[in-house]
């Protein structure tokens, strides 16, 4: 039996392609070869049918005319991973509690500025930056109120920002979380899902930022920076020119987190190499 509608199927042109990722380079520093067009052409076809578009040519040019940053945040969502876990990579935040916080509060008390400032960029449905506020909250214990302590949580895509909002995971998903802190800061949401609780859910800041963005609107300097698994789609003089940022944009002292399989430029100065994937700033 034949359907009697009809649903959009686009082609796209080797020019329409070159355009498009041009642009995806420039705006949010995905590098897509030719070899991507395929791949690129299926993924970004609901987005086409859903504007009715009638073709790559019209994508490009909405693209160009907005000006909220929706649609590029859309298509972020579309071309990029989201994927993530509690508790991925867990050597880091074994380190973040066992050495980084240690060291970092004592610094901070000899200067009498009790303030820690931790930004997870690229921090994708929360899991990353919620984990480290949990991690801060243990960590202090009683004397966490006189902190000004907390997590900002950056990602250009607006949608995983929404999850990371209503902090609902499925339940299973937080079997890695050490028993004391998934028992403390989770709570039952229903049969399928848990959620974190509002105690550290007001500690974690979720904003749209792209990391393209030459001028971030942050005033402060951050003690910590985690951008991991971020940068893997990024060619290396965007990686490199997003590092020295992050190397601007901390404390010396502070740390630096990428993934395990990123790696840093060796020429990239002001930081030195502690543990796989975690710098400080000299
Ligand atoms: C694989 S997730 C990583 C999540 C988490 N950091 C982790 O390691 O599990 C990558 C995230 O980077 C975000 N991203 C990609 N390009 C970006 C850009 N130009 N600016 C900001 N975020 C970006 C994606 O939207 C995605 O949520």
């Keep these: 039996v034949q ?38 052409t ?68 000899q200067k009498g500025e009790l303030r820690l400032r931790i930004w997870t960029a690229g921090c994708s449905t929360g899991e990353e930056p919620y984990m480290l506020a949990m991690l801060l909250k243990e960590y202090f214990g009683a004397e966490y109120p006189r902190w000004d302590a907390g997590v900002l949580a950056t990602d250009i895509s607006a949608d995983v920002l929404e999850i990371a909002q209503q902090a609902i995971y499925p339940k299973d998903s937080i079997e890695r979380v050490p028993p004391q802190i998934r028992h403390k800061y989770f709570t039952k949401y229903d049969d399928e899902s848990v959620q974190i609780i509002d105690e550290i859910r007001k500690d974690v800041t979720l904003r749209r930022y792209n990391l393209m963005n030459l001028n971030p609107p942050f005033k402060l300097p951050f003690q910590v920076i985690f951008c991991r698994n971020v940068m893997i789609y990024f060619d290396p003089p965007t990686r490199s020119g997003l590092i020295s940022r992050f190397v601007n944009l901390l404390e010396p002292g502070g740390y630096l987190f990428i993934g395990h399989s990123e790696s840093i430029d060796r020429n990239i100065t002001g930081i030195k190499p502690l543990i796989p994937a975690v710098y400080q700033k000299v």
Excluded: C, W
């Design 3 to 40: 359907p009697n509608f009809k649903i959009p199927s686009y082609t796209i042109t080797e020019e329409e392609f070159s355009q498009l990722s041009r642009l995806i380079y420039q705006k949010i520093g995905i590098f897509l070869p030719p070899t991507k067009m395929p791949l690129m």
């Design 42 to 109: 299926v993924r970004l076809q609901k987005i086409l049918t859903s504007l009715g578009l009638a073709s790559f040519s019209e994508y490009y040019n909405y693209l160009l005319n907005d000006k909220s940053g929706q649609a590029l945040s859309l298509l972020a969502t579309k071309i990029s991973t989201n994927y993530t876990y509690f508790y991925r990579e867990e050597a880091h935040f074994q380190y973040f509690k066992d050495e980084v916080l240690p060291f970092l509060a004592q610094k901070q008390k």
